[in-house]
Nanobody, 124 residues
Framework: QVQLVESGGGLVQPGGSLRLSCAAS????????MGWFRQAPGKERELVAT????????YYVASVKGRFTISRDNAKNTVYLKMNSLKPEDTAVYYC?????????????????WGQGTQVTVSS
């Protein structure tokens, strides 16, 4: 069993930055693909970014490309999402997810474990 705990959410002004962290339990974290999803009020949960188990490959949804960066530190069992140039439309609950596969896709069913989510609000 893997437990994921997100942190780092909060209220930020448009144009600001936040860094989300997701701490994972379990010795096999380094073999898992990891992803960040988000869900805005009244909308479906959507993929934001994924990262290969090695950290060498990543994927971003078009709306965040160039503004967000996903990274991981396998020694610390942690994955990060650095968010720059935040916009009001980035407001959502952000979820960390882990796949037991080394590479995962964009669908929720590709992921086996989920965190509880952290709220990000972008507003002036």
């Amino acid at each position: 069993q893997v437990q994921l705990v997100e942190s780092g959410g909060g209220l930020v002004q448009p144009g600001g930055s936040l860094r989300l962290s997701c701490a994972a339990s379990g010795r096999t974290f380094s073999t898992y693909a990891m992803g960040w999803f988000r869900q805005a009020p009244g909308k479906e949960r959507e993929l934001v970014a994924t990262i290969h188990w090695s950290g060498r490959n990543s994927y971003y949804v078009a709306s965040v490309k160039g503004r967000f960066t996903i990274s991981r530190d396998n020694a610390k069992n942690t994955v990060y999402l650095k968010m720059n140039s935040l916009k009001p439309e980035d407001t959502a609950v952000y979820y960390c997810a882990a796949s037991i596969q080394p590479v995962a896709g964009s669908a929720q069913y590709d992921y086996d474990y989920w965190g509880q989510g952290t709220q990000v609000t972008v507003s002036s």
